[in-house]
T-cell receptor, first 110, second 111 residues
């Protein structure tokens, strides 16, 4: 039972490049979400999904795209990376009232 | 708009001391509140979840309280240990499946 997994752990991109951060869960939770964590600002919600085929925007959605084709996977796409997207990205699921987090992806955009 | 504030931002205490971390929120219409621990370079680990109808939750040396009317929650850590050194985050669950996080309190327990 791996819980929530994220790949890659680290990534360096050049401005303008695109990439996909992967998130997978084996807890059969309907709710999944993506956050970014920046120093001194806590975690901010980017996008979330309440089930396969259903996604919605969070607090800071610009520059990111998501889709949810299966219960298990919820990838986050950066369309054209910018230095302002340098951050640590966390994927989370929710079962009942509790949230469970993946280990994070540290992204640097140069 | 819901805002969550954690004070202090950083705290250093000697081993064995009892301590209180604070979390305040601006809108009392919350569903529940969750406390997390984050070690450097790691993800978040859930410590305690308090539902809106509850006043407190306990787990081992940890006790979390919730006062919705005043918009406050506290995390009490008894007999602190160096292994408790980490960043502690509170998160407020609002309507619409959204969660608002505080910026965290960085705790250092000196041996």
């Amino acid at each position: 039972n791996a819980g929530v997994t994220q790949t890659p752990k680290f990534q360096v991109l050049k401005t303008g490049q695109s990439m996909t951060l992967q998130c997978a869960q084996d807890m059969n939770h309907e709710y999944m979400s993506w956050y970014r964590q920046d120093p001194g600002m806590g975690l901010r919600l980017i996008h979330y999904s309440v089930g396969a085929g259903i996604t919605d925007q969070g607090e800071v959605p610009n520059g990111y795209n998501v889709s949810r084709s299966t219960t298990e996977d919820f990838p986050l796409r950066l369309l054209s990376a910018a230095p302002s997207q340098t951050s640590v990205y966390f994927c989370a699921t929710r079962g009942g009232f509790e949230q469970y987090f993946g280990p994070g992806t540290r992204l640097t955009v140069t | 708009k819901q805002e969550v504030t954690q004070i202090p931002a950083a705290l250093s205490v000697p081993e064995g001391e009892n301590l209180v971390l604070n979390c305040s929120f601006t809108d009392s219409a919350i569903y529940n509140l969750q406390w997390f621990r984050q070690d450097p370079g790691k993800g978040l680990t859930s410590l305690l979840l308090i539902q809106s109808s509850q006043r407190e939750q306990t787990s081992g040396r940890l006790n979390a309280s919730l006062d919705k009317s005043s918009g406050r929650s506290t995390l009490y850590i008894a007999a602190s240990q160096p292994g408790d050194s980490a960043t502690y985050l509170c998160a407020v669950y609002t309507g619409g499946f959204k969660t608002i996080f505080g910026a965290g309190t960085r705790l250092f327990v000196k041996a």
